[in-house]
């Protein structure tokens, strides 16, 4: 019924306005849109259309998942209406397997400080300038209530967050132009050191009003664009305020928790009296159905962590205690980290563009460091682990992984398909370790993956269900299958054949 909402307020909008943007009907228009906002690449295309059946259905299935719709592949009416409904001119996702994140809401790049100055630098011709400004520092407020930021109004021309009006084409190029009315209503950067980055811009041809159904709240699409501003990537929750598209004039107007999620995990709670968060908490019945990091530490023992909670195991054993908070465990790690590395004697967890060392438990240093440490890495990795096979280092990020060369940096010959690692997910993985039996362990969803380093593919038998072999859950107590055939976690006698096979192939390349 909301989605139906959405659309029908498209559709009204867009009979409104004698001068509108530019229904999407034609193909070339469906498939400009859908590489606009990330679905899919100039690669998978030739001559403007997908460059295969596979790549349309795929493409096509993301976009329904973006919107909360039936996922068929096929763009049906309701499809259609929603491509043509008012929105904000940001990607949706960077990539196939973005769309397969570990959160609902997602994060970008962040502030290196939660004291932001903002000023509008060219204003609007629909409310007079006092107006707006109250306006636009509701929609700041509406951020710092549920996190450590504070934002102030300067005079200055350059401040952190610059707020300007315009229609059509108005400095950001070709792809960043207005279309007119009822389409792009506004767009924003994530934070960099670029002189554009946190700016919000609003399309002057939309007509912004305050309190009112008629129009397009101001404040709503501010405090949206803001959410970009501070490093917030669109959110597939329909409720959300970072969901991409206009949802109309909501009087009583609340961030949701999936919102709070996210501006929490880049900065903190801050003083705010924020809703009750949905990120897992406390794992179900003391144990955790899907894990998002794995790794060992210097003394021997075995992590696995969700966003907030990590588990240790040592030998056979869960101590007790456990699960306890990541922070609790590791002092000044934060948590809804993306992933973590064993390469002795440091542990290394990454989050975002920045990583921590570690020793065990104590961190080795300073820390956070930028990730640009690590020579050609990307920000926002899925997993880390050293290859036992080899002895080099890997990582992953969506379908796509990265050999790793202490004193180098990545390879030129770097990324390569995911797919090459036969028998692992297609669309990347969430978490892996080199687990001390030898054995090189991938993880995803509630299951894990054992890789077989001698036929380099995954063992026959698997995917087993992690929270069962690994924890020690009861399989009755969690929802989705599970395998009773003894796993990893319950049989972990170092294979005395794989860690010599191991080192007799370590010269061989991959």
């Given at each position: 019924m909301r989605r139906l909402c959405v659309i029908l307020l498209g559709c009204y909008l867009a009979a409104t306005f004698s001068v509108a943007?530019?229904?999407?009907?034609?193909?070339?228009?469906?498939?400009?849109?859908?590489?606009?906002?990330?679905?899919?690449t100039r690669d998978d295309m030739v001559n403007g259309m997908p460059k295969d059946e596979e790549t349309k259905t795929k493409s096509i299935i993301y976009f329904q998942k973006m919107g909360n719709m039936t996922m068929t592949?096929?763009?049906?009416?309701?499809?259609?209406?929603?491509?043509?409904?008012?929105?904000?001119?940001?990607?949706?996702?960077?990539?196939?397997?973005?769309?397969?994140?570990?959160?609902?809401?997602?994060l970008g790049p962040r502030w290196?400080?939660?004291?932001?100055?903002?000023?509008?630098?060219?204003?609007?011709?629909?409310?007079?300038?006092?107006?707006?400004?109250?306006?636009?520092?509701?929609?700041?407020?509406?951020?710092?209530?549920?996190?450590?930021?504070?934002?102030?109004?300067?005079?200055s021309s350059e401040p952190d967050i610059k707020i300007l009006f315009a229609?059509?084409?108005?400095?950001?190029?070709?792809?960043?132009?207005?279309?007119?009315?009822?389409?792009?209503?506004?767009?924003?950067?994530?934070?960099?050191?670029?002189?554009?980055?946190?700016?919000?811009?609003?399309?002057?041809?939309?007509?912004?009003?305050?309190?009112?159904?008629?129009?397009?709240?101001?404040?709503q699409v501010a405090a949206h664009e803001f959410g970009h501003s501070l490093g917030l990537r669109h959110s597939d929750v329909e409720d959300a305020l970072m969901y991409p598209y206009y949802r109309g004039y909501q009087p009583n107007f609340q961030l949701h928790s999936d919102?709070?999620?996210?501006?929490?995990?880049?900065?903190?709670?801050g003083n705010g009296k924020p809703e009750e968060r949905d990120t897992p908490s406390t794992p179900l019945d003391n144990c955790m159905p899907r894990v998002t990091l794995s790794t060992q530490t210097a003394d021997g023992s075995a992590y696995f962590a969700n966003e907030t909670h990590v588990f240790r195991r040592t030998g056979n054993?869960?101590?007790?205690?456990?699960?306890?908070?990541?922070?609790?465990?590791?002092?000044?790690?934060?948590?809804?980290?993306?992933?973590?590395?064993?390469?002795?004697?440091?542990?290394?967890f990454f989050k975002g563009s920045e990583y921590w060392r570690f020793r065990d438990r104590q961190m080795a240093g300073t820390y956070p460091r930028p990730m640009s440490d690590w020579g050609g890495l990307p920000n926002d990795v899925d997993a880390a682990f050293v290859w036992s096979r080899n002895g080099r280092i890997y990582f992953t990020k969506g379908d796509q992984y990265y050999a790793y060369y202490p004193g180098y940096g990545v390879s030129s010959y770097y990324p390569q398909p995911l797919s090459h690692w036969r028998g692992l997910p297609s669309d990347g993985v969430d978490a892996a370790f080199q687990y001390s039996n030898g054995y090189t362990y991938f993880f995803k969803g509630s299951n894990y993956y054992r890789f077989n380093d001698g036929t380099v593919q995954v063992d026959t038998g698997y995917p087993l269900n992690t929270a069962v072999q690994w924890l020690g859950c009861n399989p009755n107590e969690l929802v989705g299958p599970t395998s009773e055939t003894e796993g990893d976690a319950t049989a972990i006698i170092p294979?005395?054949?794989?860690?010599?096979?191991?080192?007799?192939?370590?010269?061989?390349?991959?």
């Open positions: 943007a530019p229904r999407i009907e034609t193909q070339q228009q469906i498939w400009e849109f859908m590489e606009k906002y990330g679905y899919i592949g096929v763009l049906d009416e309701d499809s259609m209406n929603l491509m043509n409904t008012p929105r904000c001119g940001m990607k949706d996702m960077e990539s196939f397997a973005d769309m397969m994140r570990r959160k609902r809401y997602a290196d400080r939660t004291d932001l100055t903002w000023n509008i630098i060219r204003d609007s011709q629909d409310l007079p300038r006092a107006q707006v400004e109250s306006i636009m520092e509701r929609a700041f407020t509406a951020w710092s209530d549920v996190s450590s930021l504070t934002f102030r109004k300067v005079s229609a059509g084409e108005h400095g950001d190029g070709f792809d960043g132009r207005f279309d007119g009315p009822s389409g792009v209503l506004a767009h924003a950067y994530f934070p960099s050191l670029n002189p554009i980055g946190g700016d919000a811009h609003f399309d002057e041809d939309e007509t912004y009003t305050d309190g009112t159904f008629s129009g397009t709240n101001l404040f919102d709070i999620n996210g501006i929490q995990a880049h900065y903190g709670e054993t869960i101590p007790a205690g456990y699960p306890m908070r990541i922070v609790d465990e590791f002092p000044g790690l934060p948590s809804n980290l993306d992933a973590a590395l064993f390469y002795s004697p440091y542990t290394y294979s005395l054949f794989v860690i010599l096979l191991s080192t007799l192939i370590g010269i061989c390349t991959f």
